[in-house]
């Protein structure tokens, strides 16, 4: 027996993990058949990487539609760390985004999706550099949790234990996972987790062998098992190959837009521990459906439904699917995967009749205490009858006017309610004890970790009676509206603040040819309320409000504040406003959009970096070519320079010679053809006297391969400790003036110092920094410089495009004199 609070966590387990299907439209009738069999099958794979796009999406694919096997990818970060080609999303943000992309992806390919604590700190050479930064222990835990909840009969990960090979992350996921592998099943290891799940003891553990530079070859000694991954599934109508590319191309942040090879492919698993098997992966896997008391009843009743499933007529699979429903019913299991089983045969009754439901309001966001007008919506195109529809929300049920639902004759319910005045923002879970700078993500309540994302937030619960057999669904609310080129539109309703801040800048400098200015935007969702603008951390004689201006059309409140020197150096403060009845409001709400994944909206606080120095700084106008996406441009600005950006018909010799610097955005020579086209007008530029900055790019693949006016490469190299030294030539141009560059001006960067450095430079190139990581060779690609004509050129892999949003004071320094050349 279960205790009850182990039930409970189970059972929210499988609500977590159908909670994203639940809205699901009716299928093809193939495709319905094919859910049947997945229903059947019951053994279950684990595969385990560190990042978003880790995962073998091909293998997946294959276990998840040719297997019929249950499998789950855990990925120990949500790729926070990377870089985004689609946008300036980066850190929390991104890891959001990649979130949803792989959620996405496990839609496409038929696989589920699991999460660490651990947060994605960037590029790391080996496992002790990672596992200096990560704590073990938490994220050892969480792999031994989801080990013991979703319970895998083989895990298979995608890397293997031997540093050195791949990212320190990539290693560290092959050895957490074999070391989780033994721990699972003992019960001294990680007991408290016993108060919610059981210990479990996966067979075997395998790593998914491959050579990306060619044919996979077996090493001798080693047993190995080859999976057949191109095949073809004429249920689904696609290779493996093909839902493969299409589950990798959701990975768009990453710019991993897939096309799938035609033909046989083979993907390897190496044997790692456990038990031998002799045929398959799956031997001595016992089929699950044995520890069922009425296990006969339930086989012949799946077999039977399958053999007499009707393709041409859905509907008439009816009554054999109730019967099986019935059987299950008898059973007392709570045992997750019969929670599963449970859920995917309602979905599949749902389905082949074509019943859909929707809950649905004319906005997308509420605040605690606002009123919501919705309504539930609820069609039944069959000829059999649903009875005593009921939507229950929020401890109140509403019924529909008709005795039955059939005939796609749909029911309409008005649904009007409050949000409580207690109820909590829509911030991602891992999110909520969140502190900038922290190494994990803090998760106190245990039955969260591992989820993908948040539960229903706001929704309810439709029940109804089909065939004397009572059902009972969970439903989202959303925010649905047409779109006047997309159509229709559904994205999740969430819950913001009654009032919160915008700010002008993140940053305010303090220099003797800045404007040191802010103006803080206060939100109101009703009314505008009476209240003062604070900033803690400031004493009130070290800023004064200069202007207050009200919108009540936009419901706006709208400070400009200036500050008085406070002392050289950085100071971070928190915006407040505070109302007159003492309610303190500091959150900044931010949004994502992206129409590859849902909206998503999370919450920081209002801080903002006062930065004193005496730098100097011309404040001259700027030309920015844009690339894949960053903030270097607002960071700019906020310095006192004006920033323009270049566009496709800037690339005239008057138009480019406005500019004394002309600044390259990340990624631009991946992303950007217009710049690509145009790289003969930007060295005219240079040669006839501008200054140019290229930032970082990546290797493959460049539009061009002339990057600057004399040849080098983009190479693989980078400096992934943010602390690592710095050789320094103090008497070069670019670090002598006009600001003098000094050690202290590399301390206190993040994450890392710079990633694809230049290399193979002709020598008309200088290089004034050196660095590597630990035990590594000396690197002099960091940034380069050349002379070329009358003017100066500057590639640079260091990565200001972090540094100098997150306000490091060196690095923006340093950034200041390569535009001051």
């Not at 309703?493 to 200015?517: G, M, R, Y």
Request: charged share 20%; aromatic share 12%; hydrophobic share 35%.
């Amino acid at each position: 027996m279960l205790n009850p609070k182990l039930t409970h966590c189970l059972l929210a387990f499988v609500a977590s993990l159908i909670s994203y299907q639940l809205q699901s439209q009716s299928l093809p009738s193939s495709e319905l058949y094919h859910e049947l069999l997945k229903i059947e099958e019951t053994k279950r794979v684990l595969y385990v990487a560190a990042h978003p796009d880790d995962e073998n999406t091909r293998l997946i694919s294959y276990l998840a539609n040719e297997e019929m096997a249950q499998v789950a990818y855990l990925s120990l970060t949500r790729g926070d760390g990377g870089q985004n080609l689609i946008g300036p999303e980066l850190g929390i943000g991104l890891g959001q985004i990649r979130t949803q992309e792989l959620l996405k992806a496990r839609e496409t390919d038929g696989g589920r999706q699991f999460f660490t604590r651990a947060k994605d700190f960037g590029y790391s050479k080996n496992p002790d550099e990672t596992l200096t930064n990560w704590e073990k222990e938490q994220i050892l835990a969480d792999v031994v949790w989801v080990i013991r909840k979703f319970r895998p009969d083989i895990i298979i990960t995608r890397f293997n234990t031997i540093p050195g090979v791949t990212h320190g992350h990539h290693t560290t996921s092959a050895i957490l996972a074999e070391e989780a592998f033994d721990l699972a099943g003992d019960p001294k290891a990680f007991p408290d987790q016993l108060k919610y799940v059981e210990v479990w003891q996966p067979k075997r553990i395998f790593w998914n062998a491959y050579n990306f530079r060619g044919e996979f070859v077996e090493e001798e000694g080693q047993i190995y098992h080859a999976f057949p991954t191109g095949n073809f599934n004429p249920l689904l109508g696609q290779t493996y190959s093909q839902i493969a590319a299409d589950s990798r191309t959701m990975h768009k942040s990453q710019g991993f837009g897939s096309t799938a090879g035609i033909g046989e492919a083979l993907d390897h698993i190496q044997f790692t521990k456990g038990e031998e098997f002799i045929d398959t992966p799956f031997d001595g896997v016992k089929s699950r459906w044995n520890e069922l008391s009425n296990s006969k009843e339930v086989q012949d009743l799946l077999k039977k439904t399958i053999k007499d499933f009707d393709l041409i007529n859905p509907e008439s699979n009816l009554q054999n699917l109730l019967a099986l429903r019935r059987a299950f019913a008898t059973q007392k299991s709570k045992a997750t995967w019969f929670l599963e089983k449970k859920e995917a045969l309602d979905r599949l009754i749902l389905q082949v009749l074509g019943i859909d439901f929707e809950f649905n309001t004319n906005k997308e966001t509420g605040f605690p205490g606002s009123e919501v007008q919705g309504f539930f919506i609820f069609n039944n195109p069959s000829i059999s009858a649903v009875e005593n529809l009921e939507f229950e929300v929020f401890n109140s049920i509403l019924k529909g006017e008709k005795d039955q639902i059939s005939n796609n004759q749909p029911v309409e319910i008005d649904v009007n309610f409050k949000i409580p005045d207690n109820a909590s923002f829509s911030q991602p879970y891992w999110l909520k004890d969140y502190k900038e700078g922290d190494a994990m993500y803090t998760v106190k309540d245990q039955t969260l970790i591992g989820k993908p994302f948040n539960d229903i937030q706001i929704g309810g619960n439709v029940n109804f009676t089909l065939g004397g057999e009572q059902f009972s669904f969970p439903v989202q609310l959303f925010h649905k509206f047409n779109d006047q080129v997309d159509g229709e539109v559904k994205q999740p309703f969430t819950i913001i603040p009654k009032i919160d801040l915008s700010l002008s800048k993140e940053a305010v400098f303090q220099l003797p040819t800045s404007n040191p200015t802010l103006e803080v935007t206060v939100n109101f969702r009703g009314q505008i309320s009476d209240g003062k603008l604070n900033f803690k951390g400031l004493e009130p004689n070290q800023y004064q409000i200069l202007e207050v201006t009200d919108n009540p059309v936009l419901k706006q409140r709208i400070y400009k504040v200036g500050f008085l020197p406070n002392g050289k150096g950085k100071k971070v403060i928190t915006a407040q406003y505070i109302t007159s009845d003492g309610a303190v409001f500091d959150q900044i709400t931010h949004h994502i959009r992206y129409k590859h994944i849902p909206n998503l909206t999370y919450f920081t606080t209002a801080e903002v970096a006062l930065i004193q120095e005496d730098w100097k700084v011309s404040g001259d106008v700027l030309g920015y070519i844009p690339g894949a996406g960053d903030d270097v441009p607002q960071v700019l600005e906020a310095l006192g320079y004006q920033v323009k950006m270049i566009g496709p018909a800037d690339y005239t010799v008057e138009k480019l010679a406005e500019f004394k610097t002309i600044i390259v955005g990340i990624r631009a020579y991946n992303t950007n053809l217009d710049l690509a086209s145009n790289q003969q007008a930007l060295m005219g530029y240079v040669r006839s006297g501008g200054n140019l900055i290229v930032q970082y790019n990546t290797s493959s693949p460049l539009l061009t391969n002339q990057l600057g006016p004399y040849p080098f490469t983009i190479t693989r190299d980078r400096v992934s400790v943010e602390g690592a030294a710095v050789q320094v030539d103090y008497q070069h141009p670019l670090l002598k003036g006009p600001n003098k560059i000094t050690a202290s001006d590399f301390e206190d960067w993040i994450q890392e110092r710079g990633l694809y450095f230049a290399g193979r430079l002709s020598e008309e190139y200088s290089t004034p920094l050196v660095m590597n990581d630990p035990g590594e060779d000396p690197k002099t690609g960091s940034l380069i410089y050349a002379k070329y004509g009358k003017g100066t050129y500057v590639y640079t892999g260091l990565s200001f495009f972090r540094e100098l949003p997150a306000a490091v004071p060196g690095a923006i320094k340093l950034f200041i004199n390569l535009i001051e050349q």
